[in-house]
């Protein structure tokens, strides 16, 4: 069973948002509405009752989502400088073609790493781009499979999301957190030049970084990241979600071997995200919302 289920990114203009995904990277909206009250109180997020959202799904139909719920911009944000979920990635057929189409004349999304072959890493060609709202989204060619690990390959130019990346005060404890409250398991722990991270710290861009993954089964669909020394805490509005990337939801098939804490207790929802499945939220220990599905 692959785990990830969707992503939720906080914009400031639903429409405009709506509108760079369908133009940029072919996702459709399948769902749309107001956060329910109940909901926002599960994430807690009390203020975020009411607000406009979307659910959009990849053009090869993969039931894994984008949901995208409108709120104000937080002026204290910066991307890659704070703990909590820091990026999306997504598998592309071709990354120097998906390059060529968010380079086009009046794209809306900035290009912050281009196409880059990682050394040791062959079965991977990624790019990574940051979008109005400060969301960081990486597109990535999947070449083969890693020795350990099973990995999606796109059947339509942009597909599906595959993996959430975690900035981190301490990862190794957010690796025991994560495989104690969500029920996955540790991959692997790498140190690699991570030129996103030194631009976005101002630190040498050979510089050494330590990220790890974390599995289920041959699955791999987190990444775990150490943030440098000064990173923060991620800085929302009051009651409100955070800015940028802030959820990640994920199927678990043993739900009740799950042992919380949940926000509020799990229940059943509707809607494509959940498909009437119970549903909770959990903080780690850096604040990041992990929202788990029944599977």
């Known amino acids: ?94 990354v120097l073609e998906a390059n060529a189409r968010v380079t086009r004349p009046g794209s809306p999304f900035e290009v912050i790493g281009p196409p880059r072959e990682i ?27 890693l020795p350990a690990y099973d990995l999606p390959r796109a059947t339509a130019p942009i597909d599906r999301l595959f993996i959430l990346v975690m900035a981190c005060s301490d990862m190794r404890a957010s690796n025991r957190w994560m495989e ?50 000064a990173a923060t805490p991620r800085p929302r509005h009051e009651g409100m979600l955070s800015p940028g990337c802030a959820i990640g939801t994920f199927w678990h098939p043993d739900f009740d071997a799950l042992p919380g804490p949940w926000i509020t207790p799990p229940v059943p929802r509707p809607g494509p995200v959940y498909k009437g499945r119970r549903v909770g939220t959990m903080k780690d220990l850096d604040g990041t919302l992990i929202e788990m599905v029944e599977g």
Do not use: N
């Not at 911009?73 to 057929?93: K, M, N, T």
């Not at 050394?119 to 060619?141: F, H, N, R, S, W």
């Not at 790498?190 to 710290?201: K, P, R």
């Open 119 to 145: 050394e040791g890493l062959p079965a991977i060609y990624p790019m990574q781009v940051k979008g109005p709202d400060g969301e960081v989204v990486y597109l990535t060619q999947i070449r083969d499979d």
């Open 180 to 229: 104690t409250h969500a029920g996955v398991e540790m991959g692997r722990e790498m140190d690699i030049v991570y030129t996103m991270l030194a631009g976005a710290f101002g630190t040498p861009i050979d510089e050494l970084h330590t990220i790890s993954t974390m599995i289920h089964g041959r699955d791999v669909f987190l990444e775990l990241d150490q943030y440098p020394p």
């Open 1 to 94: 069973m692959k785990l990830l289920r969707a992503a939720t990114l906080t914009v400031a203009d639903l429409e405009a948002a709506r509108k760079r995904y369908s133009e940029y990277l072919d996702y459709g909206v399948i769902d749309e509405g107001e956060v329910p009250a109940d909901l926002a109180e599960s994430w807690d997020a009390p203020k975020s009752s009411g607000q406009p959202y979307l659910v959009m799904e990849p053009a090869s139909g993969t039931d894994i989502f984008l949901r995208l719920i409108e709120q104000p911009a937080h002026p204290d944000f910066v991307p890659l400088r704070s703990y909590g979920w820091a990026a999306i990635e997504i598998c592309v057929q071709d």
